[in-house]
């Protein structure tokens, strides 16, 4: 499952229906990253499937380090390009990723990941994120998608998000275009992973992580959920 949806990542897509959509996309992420930051200096923040992470610069500008980590080479080229000529900012392969310290990170951020994951892997990608989160850091897995979630909440997330930011009509081709694209293909044929509250609590309970629940989805789909696990 991982590497069909890596595959797909790694292509060109129409996921973002135009370049306003990416655009509000990325500033909201970066918008919920800031608002869960710790409020203090020389942050270690690695951003985990960050996509194009098109505002990370923003992000940047309040942590000491933000690594990207994308697991598809060409995002990874893009943002290798994009960012290059900022101190701040490190883009990592899996080598890179494998090397960071133990004990070094304080917050370690999976927005919209986790669905893409085998859900057998995913125990061990927490493990090893917990070992790489310094003491009193956190993992964020944010836009997780429950069980009971249905494609009509995320029809419903873009065309609010489209009208609040004047893209309707580009929404509106660009569901069309989805219904005859691989992301259908795959989300029919492969799925994606879903998980509800207690699974993810005892996720991250048996990762050696203390499960907080966020009061509210970080991102525009408030049918999807935010979990906290904090290293103690
Ligand atoms: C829906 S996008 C999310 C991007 C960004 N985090 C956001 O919230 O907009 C999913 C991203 O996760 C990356 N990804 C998918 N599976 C992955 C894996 N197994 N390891 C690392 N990255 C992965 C994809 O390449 C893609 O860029």
């Known amino acids: 499952m991982s590497e069909s949806w890596l595959r797909f990542w790694d292509r060109p897509h129409h996921i973002y ?8 996309h990325y500033a909201r992420i970066a918008d919920e990253i800031l608002s869960i930051l710790p409020d203090r200096g020389s942050l270690s923040v690695l951003d985990f499937g960050c996509g194009e992470a098109l505002d990370a610069a923003r992000v940047a500008a309040r942590a000491a380090r933000l690594y990207l980590y994308d697991g598809a080479p060409s995002v990874r080229a893009r943002l290798a390009r994009r960012f290059a000529n900022s101190p701040r900012i490190a883009i990592l392969d899996q ?6 310290p133990d004990n070094s990170l304080d917050v370690i951020v999976a927005f919209s990941v986790i669905q893409y994951i085998d859900r057998a892997e ?7 994120w917990r070992s790489k989160l310094a003491v009193g850091g956190f993992v964020i897995l944010a836009d997780v998608i429950p069980p009971k979630a249905r494609l009509l909440d995320d ?3 873009l065309l609010s998000t489209a009208r609040a930011y ?5 929404a509106l081709g660009g569901l069309l275009t989805t219904l005859f694209s691989e992301y259908r293909r795959l989300r029919h044929q492969i799925g994606l992973a879903t998980y509800d509250e207690p699974e993810v609590m005892a996720l991250l309970r048996d990762a050696g992580l203390a499960p907080i629940p966020h009061p509210r989805n970080l991102g525009f789909n408030q049918a999807r959920r935010t979990y906290l696990g904090r290293r103690l």
């Open 17 to 24: 229906v135009n370049d306003r959509h990416l655009r509000v």
């Open 166 to 170: 004047g893209f309707l009509l580009a």
């Open 95 to 100: 080598a890179g990723l494998d090397a960071l």
């Open 122 to 128: 995913l125990p061990g990608l927490l493990a090893g």
């Open 155 to 157: 029809i419903g997330s």
